[in-house]
């Protein structure tokens, strides 16, 4: 993404579209925090933004070093965008680690601000740079970039020389002190900033010392972009025109918390949440735990196994039993998810996908537990699979799969990822009268009849009662064995097959309720860019792209997998080619090829990072173009 060419420096700002901006710095530096803060006060001035957070999974890699560096990416506009941005126009590097990681990134003539103190000898060394190589001296990246050396440390220093905090203390100031000098640039108010200072180390926390030094070297960066006159220009981005109502900015774990505790009282259900920690997962139990007087109830197991199991058993008592994970945890869970599939009780599994195989880079981003998700479980095993497209849309999902849970009487998985998870947006609060109640009924034996059966079903659901344990007169046998309709453990062949189709069958009469997939663009034409999961941003923005250099191609974005809706296939087949992004090898792909043997084509990259918009118009130019294939 380019932006417009700044002015000279002015007092007045110079008025641009929008602008992508990434902190970046040693694991210690306080980026997510400060990139946190620069949202949070996108989102009070009324920017559309989006965000991709990038840290470490190791606790605390060696300080200095390329493993080490942590960054936060904010994309601020005063139109409607979908995506992080592919592009930096600002990057602020801490450390010489940072700069020479997420140099690359940086656009042509872009701004990059840089700690220029910590570009010593010994720190250019431990990043990997040779032996008297400084990039800050190299011609070729002072030709490309705009990079303004300032020495941070030092002047953050100077600036609370007159505190009586240590040197330990005020060295932490610095990440405020490159925030002030970048709401400078960008004509942003402080007030929220120093507003959270204070909430943070105030009031129970009691340390109203470290919230005055760090407000003092946010003011302190501010005044130097003011009087140095070191920056190009000083911008501003306005307001987007968004949709009237109350905004605040949300993550999509944050919406997820929401979501389950808005569902729990939709249902006139306790919403139990049982999990074991696993990155990127672990910020929704955290989340529900603070809501306790909300009716949210949390239980940290032991491991993944005796989690879904008490989420299970949560769900026998007659709540609303979730858990979550992430992949390797789904694989564990495997088991008990054919229990809950055999008892016929509702679940929702949350599975914050990672990068894997294995351990694989825990804090970054994949969409390979598609597959596991639909199939990954002993015999046939069908569950209800669900995907939010964005940090916001988790909470609708999070609603959703309960909604189905209960309808069905399943299992339902919940696709998000770390992109989504920890990425944010702005999100209108919903008016919860808005929110349509979830109908549950524990029938009685009256209510029931005398013929009633354990596995009778309802004629519209396909799913059977969900009868509380003691209910006088309905009481039944429970277990993994196959039953029959009465309940009665049965081996035989017959019954298994007529059972085993019938758990399929009310699996796919959830079509029936979920809503038809859209296209954005014409309906029909000559490509269909078709995704899933946290690549809606990207291929709805390169979709729009190529529709504005005249090309015939409209998107369309799959948030119920399995079932999908059921205009599915008339979509698909109303254009001449359908391309498949993914961040996997090509599993939506194959589902689609399969199910409806349409030879759709993939654009497949793996690389723990979201996808690219200027990647995705590159490739599917080419496949249009009669240039490439399946990728």
Not at 123 to 137: A, E, H, I, S
Not at 193 to 211: D, M, Y
Not at 289 to 304: H, I, M, S
Not at 310 to 322: F, K, L, P
Request: with cysteine.
């Amino acid at each position: 993404m380019t932006t417009t060419p700044v002015a000279e420096h002015a007092a007045h700002p110079t008025t641009i579209d929008s602008v992508v901006i990434r902190f970046c710095g040693d694991s210690g530096d306080g980026m997510q925090l400060t990139g946190s803060q620069f949202t949070e006060t996108a989102a009070v001035f009324g920017n559309d933004f989006a965000t991709f957070p990038d840290y470490p999974a190791e606790i605390r890699a060696p300080k200095g070093t390329t493993y080490g560096v942590s960054g936060f990416q904010v994309h601020f506009s005063s139109r409607d965008i979908h995506t992080h941005g592919d592009d930096v126009n600002v990057l602020v590097a801490m450390n010489p680690a940072g700069f020479r990681t997420n140099i690359r990134d940086v656009h042509p003539g872009g701004i990059v601000i840089v700690n220029e103190d910590e570009f010593t000898a010994s720190q250019l060394k431990k990043c990997g740079y040779p032996d008297g190589y400084n990039p800050l001296q190299d011609d070729d990246l002072l030709a490309r970039y705009e990079i303004l050396p300032i020495p941070m440390s030092r002047l953050t220093r100077e600036s609370l020389a007159d505190s009586e905090m240590g040197a330990k203390a005020i060295d932490r100031c610095r990440n405020m002190y490159a925030l002030g000098m970048v709401y400078w640039m960008y004509d942003r108010p402080l007030d929220p900033t120093i507003a959270h200072l204070n909430r943070k180390f105030g009031g129970a926390k009691g340390k109203p010392e470290i919230a005055e030094i760090n407000i003092r070297a946010l003011k302190a960066g501010y005044y130097f972009g003011e009087t140095a006159e070191v920056f190009p220009a000083k911008m501003r981005v306005p307001p987007a025109k968004l949709e009237a109502g109350t905004y605040r900015r949300i993550s999509g774990s944050e919406a997820m918390v929401l979501g389950l505790v808005t569902a729990g009282h939709k249902a006139g259900k306790r919403i139990v949440y049982a999990s074991y920690p696993i990155t990127p997962a672990s910020n929704i139990i955290q989340g529900l735990a603070n809501l306790k007087r909300l009716g949210a109830k949390t239980f940290q197991a032991e491991d993944e196994i005796a989690a879904v199991c008490a989420a299970i058993g949560a769900s026998y008592a007659g709540n609303i039993g979730v858990t979550g994970t992430s992949g390797p945890g789904l694989a564990l869970k495997a088991e008990a998810l054919g229990l809950a599939v055999m008892f016929e009780l509702p679940l929702v599994v949350i599975d914050v996908q990672r990068a894997g195989p294995s351990t694989g880079m825990p804090t970054k981003t994949e969409q390979a537990d598609l597959m596991m998700a639909m199939h990954g479980r002993s015999g046939e095993c069908p569950c209800i699979v669900l995907a939010p497209r964005s940090p916001g849309d988790c909470f609708g999902m999070a609603v959703e799969a309960v909604r189905l849970a209960v309808r069905q009487c399943c299992p339902v998985i919940v696709l998000s990822d770390a992109y989504v998870a920890n990425g944010a947006e702005p999100w209108r609060v919903p008016d919860l009268d808005d929110v349509p109640a979830i109908e549950v009924r524990h029938p009685s034996r009256a209510e029931v009849g005398e013929d009633w059966l354990r596995y009778t079903r309802d004629a519209s659901t396909g799913a059977p009662a969900w009868v509380l344990p003691g209910t006088p007169g309905l009481e039944h046998r429970i277990g993994g064995l196959e039953k029959g309709e009465d309940g009665n453990v049965s081996y035989d062949p017959d019954n298994h097959d007529r059972m085993t189709r019938l758990r399929a069958e009310k699996i796919a009469k959830a079509a029936e309720v979920i809503p038809p997939l859209e296209v954005r663009g014409p309906e029909s034409g000559e490509v269909l860019m078709l995704g899933w999961g946290g690549t809606y941003g990207a291929i709805t923005t390169a979709a729009d792209a190529l529709r504005a250099r005249g090309r015939s191609v409209s998107s369309a974005h799959l948030r119920y997998l399995n079932p999908m809706p059921s205009n599915t296939e008339a979509v698909l087949r109303s254009f001449d080619r359908v391309v498949v992004p993914e961040i996997n090898s090509g599993q939506l792909r194959m589902l689609i090829r399969s199910r409806f043997l349409i030879d759709a084509a993939g654009i497949n990259i793996v690389r723990g990072r979201p996808l690219n918009v200027d990647t995705l118009i590159e490739r599917v130019t080419e496949l249009m173009d009669g240039e490439g294939g399946a990728a």
